[in-house]
């Protein structure tokens, strides 16, 4: 069955950056597209970007434009999205989800708490 | 950036009596809106997309209805295992893909 595992919480200072992995298997890494999602505690869900696991073409969200990149290592079946500069409203759980432009699979999420 | 706009905000509901929740685009997204459930501490489930079609392994008491601007997640009879956040999510102009605010499903 399709899955996407996540890495693990971060905790993070401000100014720093992390880098969230996404590993999927149960189906052709390369088919499908992947997208970026985050949720900050009591707040709706909220679209990063989308990276064509084929070809690594890449969309961001206008709002994470410049502070944000996603790569891809098609060899190992991984995506990465990498946050910098952070601050606490980053605080959020981020979430990797495919396979079309509505969501069928997710991965479990990764907390990535920014604090001082 | 096309607004999603969700109401009730919380819907308390019965076991066993239907809950009618709503979703509002800012501008018409023809029929590319998607409906979600999320528990506490889990990932969203995709439950609708299309506006109206169930997606695999989807209870027939969940159905989604709607096009353009106005949608409804429409539960026949809710179970336990139903109660949560609903979100909506359009498709049809992006970037940058949105979602709504949510409709929190609780027990009455």
């Known amino acids: 069955q399709v899955q996407l595992v996540q890495s693990g919480a971060e905790v993070k200072k401000p100014g720093a950056s992390v880098k969230v992995s996404c590993k999927a298997s149960?189906?052709?890494?390369?088919?499908?597209?992947l997208h970026w999602v985050r949720q900050a505690p009591g707040q709706r869900l909220e679209w990063m970007g989308w990276?064509?696991?084929?070809?690594?073409?890449?969309k961001y969200s206008q709002k994470f434009q410049g502070r944000v990149a996603f790569t891809r290592d098609t060899s190992a079946s991984t995506a990465y999205m990498e946050l910098s500069s952070l601050r606490s409203e980053d605080t959020a759980v981020y979430y990797c989800a495919s396979r079309a432009f509505y969501f069928d699979y997710w991965g479990q999420g990764t907390l990535v708490t920014v604090s001082s | 950036e096309i607004v999603m706009t969700q109401s009730p905000a919380t819907l308390s509901v019965s076991p066993g009596e239907r809950a009618t929740l709503s979703c509002r685009a800012s501008?018409?997204?023809?029929?590319?809106l998607a409906w979600y459930q999320q528990k506490p501490g889990q990932a969203p489930r995709l439950l609708i997309y299309?506006?109206?079609s169930r997606a695999t392994g989807v209870p027939a008491r969940f159905s989604g209805s709607g096009s353009g601007t106005e949608f409804t997640l429409t539960i026949s009879s809710l179970q336990s295992e139903d109660f949560a956040v609903y979100y909506c999510q359009q498709y049809n102009n992006w970037p940058p893909l949105t979602f709504g605010g949510g409709t929190k499903v609780e027990i009455k």
């Open positions: 299309s506006a109206s």
């Open positions: 149960g189906y052709t890494f390369t088919s499908y597209t």
């Open positions: 990276i064509n696991s084929a070809d690594g073409n890449t």
């Open positions: 501008q018409s997204v023809g029929s590319d």
